[in-house]
């Protein structure tokens, strides 16, 4: 199995930016796929992005596509989230994942591993 550590999370002011980061490690179906996911408390978690890792094509969710880039080492090992001009509403807690699935943010598989998330705060 794949266990996943975020990191990079933090206190930043609109219009700033800042680079979240999962390193994963285990076997390598399990990150297949890697993404982004976040949460604001009484809401749905809600995915934007994800990246094959073997490719490295990716995808972003239309919300955040002019703003946010995923990328990937080349040890396909550590996923990488490039937030720039931050807004408030950003706040959020932000989970890394790793699958092998393709729809849902890598979450549609038979196997998903969620990191512990890191929180982002814009004000």
């Known amino acids: 199995h794949v266990q996943l550590v975020e990191s990079g999370g933090g206190l930043v002011q609109p219009g700033g930016s800042l680079r979240l980061s999962c390193v994963a490690s285990?076997?390598?179906?399990?990150?297949?796929?890697m993404g982004w996911f976040r949460q604001i408390p009484d809401r749905e978690r809600e995915g934007f992005a994800r990246?094959?890792?073997?490719?490295?094509?990716?995808d972003l969710a239309d919300s955040v596509r002019d703003r946010f880039t995923i990328s990937r080492d080349n040890t396909e090992k550590t996923v990488y989230l490039q937030m720039n001009n931050l807004k408030v509403e950003d706040t959020a807690m932000y989970y890394c994942?790793?699958?092998?699935?393709?729809?849902?943010?890598?979450?549609?598989?038979?196997?998903?591993?969620w990191g512990q998330g890191t929180q982002v705060t814009v004000s």
């Open positions: 990246i094959f890792m073997k490719t490295g094509a990716s």
């Open positions: 994942v790793s699958g092998s699935g393709v729809d849902n943010y890598c979450t549609s598989g038979y196997s998903t591993r």
């Open positions: 285990g076997d390598t179906i399990g990150r297949y796929c």
